[in-house]
């Protein structure tokens, strides 16, 4: 059972533009969500946060959008620059779980072309 | 350095061997995760360690996977009689003790079963 789903396996942008990337969660008990990228041969890299209590974080050209209602979270990167280029990994954690361990989506992988 | 560092980088082994990972924290956190990575998937939670503890195994550690974290410091994961499904990019993470500290990933270990 997929409890984060990132349902587009790949996205491209131009660099410049906007990307928008995806997450569905399904687990109501989700109270902590983050993004992290990960290029190849290293370990994921945290990016952003945000707490179930917010509904938007931002952090330079970085926004996360958390809809509760929706079980819904995206990340907003303006403008893309192709440093960017990476693959995207959406994590939720549950404070109840009392480990605080993530549970990962499948990712993105992000495309910023020059 | 500070970081997250894991040894080996790189591990191929034949079906049937017994293998063992290394994983030093950042010095000052005391929780410590193992999570496991295959081709296409997000990272996945093996296990959980507060200080020397190991508070929490998820079901995909089988009998044959054991995790210490002896003192509390550095940890080390050993699988035994290898199988080709652990193949697989095997990561460790560190947070500190307070609430919902982002956790720091390390490079990982990839192992090949032959």
């Known amino acids: 059972d997929q409890q984060v789903k990132q349902n587009s396996p790949s996205l491209s942008v131009q660099e410049g533009r906007i990307s928008i990337l995806n997450c569905d969660y399904t687990n109501s008990m989700f109270d902590y969500f983050l993004w992290y990228k990960k290029y190849p041969a290293e370990g994921p890299t945290f990016l952003i946060s945000?707490?179930?209590?917010?509904d938007k974080n931002e952090d330079g050209r970085f926004t996360v959008f958390l809809n509760k209602s929706a079980k819904h979270l995206s990340l907003h990167i303006v403008p893309s620059q192709p440093g960017d280029s990476a693959v995207y990994f959406c994590?939720?954690?549950?404070?109840?779980?009392?480990?605080?361990?993530?549970?990962f989506g499948t990712g993105t992988r992000l495309k910023v072309l020059a | 350095d500070t970081g997250v560092s894991q040894d080996p980088r790189h591990k191929i082994t034949k079906r049937g061997q017994n293998v063992t990972f290394r994983c030093d924290p950042i010095?000052?956190?005391?929780?410590l995760y193992w999570y496991r990575q295959t081709l296409g998937q997000g990272p996945e939670f093996l296990t959980y360690?507060?200080?020397?503890?190991?508070?929490?195994k998820s079901r995909l550690l089988s009998d044959r996977f054991s995790a210490e974290r002896p003192k509390g410091s550095f940890s080390t994961l050993e699988i035994q009689r290898t199988e080709q499904g652990d193949s697989a990019m095997y990561l460790c993470a560190s947070s500190a003790r307070t609430g919902y500290d982002e956790q720091f990933f390390g490079p990982g270990t990839r192992l090949t079963v032959l």
């Open positions: 945000i707490s179930s209590i917010k």
């Open positions: 010095s000052e956190h005391n929780r």
């Open positions: 994590a939720a954690s549950a404070s109840t779980s009392g480990t605080y361990k993530y549970i």
């Open positions: 360690f507060q200080n020397e503890a190991q508070l929490e």
